[in-house]
């Protein structure tokens, strides 16, 4: 793996990361190939298969507007490349915040991704996003309020 590897990998991580809690959903869809695979079924049974990058955004849409606010960390990234497909393997630590009357305004997952990376074009591209959950904290109501939140807030446009 080249240095030149290694480093767009990083960055496409980070991008991933950086558009999902700013809302830039153009920066967000700029990870992934146009088809991927989904796996977040050890968060939530059935979470997952196959979507068209921009349907699995628009999931994203329909969500995270709904927080006051999320950051995803990623530590320890482990990359792997052989020609133009990679993986890499990465801590996640995702923090979700909705102040509201029902209980604490944070939710917490903590485990790791396993990503599948094609170079489309010259660019690393997410192909395939498997989160494996080793724990959370919090209120795991959050998220489910931030749906109806962010429902709310759709209608209103």
Not at 6 to 23: C, N, S, Y
Not at 32 to 45: L, Q
Not at 93 to 107: C, I, K, Q, S, Y
Request: include cysteine; proline fraction near 3%.
């Amino acid at each position: 793996m080249s240095a030149d590897d290694h480093q767009e990998i990083t960055k496409l991580m980070a991008r991933f990361a950086r558009g999902i809690d700013l809302r830039d959903w153009a920066m967000y869809r700029s990870v992934f190939t146009d088809d991927i695979e989904i796996d977040y079924t050890s968060y939530r049974a059935g979470n997952g298969g196959p979507f068209t990058a921009d349907d699995w955004v628009q999931r994203g849409r329909m969500l995270f507007p709904g927080l006051t606010a999320s950051q995803h960390f990623l530590s320890n990234l482990d990359i792997t490349v052989d020609g133009d497909s990679g993986t890499v393997i990465s801590y996640v630590r995702a923090e979700h915040v909705l102040p509201n009357t029902g209980g604490d305004a944070m939710f917490t997952i903590g485990g790791y991704y396993t990503d599948s990376l094609r170079r489309v074009d010259g660019e690393w591209k997410i192909c395939k996003k498997q989160l494996t959950v080793l724990w959370n904290s919090g209120n795991p109501q959050i998220l489910a309020m931030a749906r109806e939140r962010a429902a709310a807030l759709l209608a209103d446009v």
